[in-house]
Structures are given as C-alpha cells and as structure tokens.
C-alpha cells in the first residue's frame, strides 16, 4: 500500500468518450500532482495542486481537466482523446510546507488506451 | 538539452553483483535529490531522498550526490533479483515541481 489509490488501474476509451480517473490520498499530504508517463521517457508533469488550488499547468490540451475538490482527491477529466495520449497516468501527493518539504508518494498509475 | 539525462539501459548484472545507476542534470539551481523505484505495472516507490551533496545509506542501498559535478549515484550492494526494476533519479529546488530522468532498467540475474 503506498497511500496513493488510483482508480482505475486500466481505462480503454474511444477517442470520442467520456471519462475520469481518480485519485485517492490517505497520507494527510496538501499538495497533489498529475503525471503522464510514456514509454522511455521522463515523467511528464501535467497539473500541480497546492491546498486544492492549481499552482501548475504545464501546457496540458484542453481535453484533459483536472479537478481537486478538495485535499484528498484528484480527478482529471478525459474528453475527445487522440491516440498520443495513451499512456500510464500517474498520481503524487507531498507535504509542501514552508521548511518541511518532503518527495513525492506515487499512486500505481491508471493504464490507459485510445482506441 | 534535457535538464536531467539518464541511461535508460537495460542493464544486466549476476547476483551479488554491485550496481551503479546514474544521473546527470544541467540545473545548479537543484538541491533534493531522490531515487525510485518502479516495478513493472506499479507506480514509482520513493527509494532514497537527500539534500544537496554527499553521501546516504540506507541497507543495500547508497545514495550519492555531487553538485560540483552535477552528478548523482544510487549504488547497490549484494544485488538481488528482486532488485530488478526501473530506477528513475528526480531532482527539485522548489517543490512544485519534480524533474525526473527517464529512467534506468535494471535486471539482476540468478
């Protein structure tokens, strides 16, 4: 168990669905990530939560969405994918504060694929 | 130019055998440095965190930073097939956000 729950682990979609992944923190961590991860290259950061409000944007297509309603949980929200986008989606929690920071816990990634 | 580079392998070791996985980065500014681990269908598991130069053990496990080099090692002693993984560096100097290499695969052999 690494504190990180992703759901879930494996999503096939058309590129016209509608989708959500989800993720779960049970570590009392304030910060949140999302990340895109392709074979052979390095993870690719997509949004940052910090205290429920996004701190970063790395220039993500529209068609993904995150939402953090609140410390706890991440969602990102899948419309109208290209087959680029298959990939493992993964999810990160820390503890961002001021003189404490602390590395990432990674959730076991969602798995998914455009057909 | 990538601001962190990593071999991506694969590298293949006997048993027993003492392993080093390498990072460099081109960023000065970098001062956390961690290993993970990633086995295969899992997320990366957070293996060793240290703050900017030096030396830190932990079991099996040694991480090295050089600053001066840019430069950072994750050494392995008494290598174990269960060892067999992706080993993935990251880096950050602010905390939001992380910079990861793309990760060395590492495959110990009974």
């Known amino acids: 168990e690494t504190g990180v729950t992703q759901t879930p682990r494996h999503l096939v979609m058309g590129m016209t669905n509608k989708k959500s992944l989800k993720c779960e923190q049970h570590?009392?961590?304030?910060?949140m990530y999302w990340y895109k991860q392709s074979a052979k290259k390095p993870l690719e950061l997509m949004f940052v939560?910090?205290?429920?409000?996004?701190?970063e944007n790395n220039s993500v297509p529209s068609r993904f969405s995150p939402e953090c309603p609140n410390s706890s949980h991440l969602f990102l929200h899948l419309h109208t994918l290209q087959p680029e986008d298959s990939a493992l989606y993964l999810c990160?929690?820390?503890?961002?504060?001021?003189?404490?920071?602390?590395?990432?816990?990674f959730g076991d990634g969602t798995r998914l694929s455009i057909l | 130019q990538k601001e962190v580079e990593q071999d991506p392998g694969p590298l293949s070791v006997p048993e027993g055998a003492i392993v080093s996985l390498n990072c460099t980065y081109s960023?000065?500014?970098?001062?956390?440095f961690m290993w993970y681990r990633q086995y295969s269908r899992k997320g990366p598991e957070l293996l060793m965190y240290?703050?900017?130069?030096g030396n830190k053990e932990d079991g099996r496990f040694t991480a090295q930073v050089d600053k001066s080099s840019k430069y950072i090692s994750l050494f392995i002693r008494d290598s174990q097939p269960s060892d067999s993984a992706t080993y993935l560096c990251?880096?950050?100097?602010?905390?939001?956000?992380?910079?990861f290499g793309s990760g060395t695969k590492l495959n110990v052999k009974p």
């Open positions: 990251a880096m950050t100097y602010n905390f939001n956000k992380f910079y």
């Open positions: 990160a929690s820390s503890q961002a504060v001021a003189g404490s920071n602390q590395p990432q816990h």
């Open positions: 939560y910090s205290l429920e409000e996004r701190v």
């Open positions: 240290t703050y900017s130069s």
């Open positions: 570590l009392g961590h304030n910060a």
């Open positions: 960023n000065s500014a970098f001062q956390y």
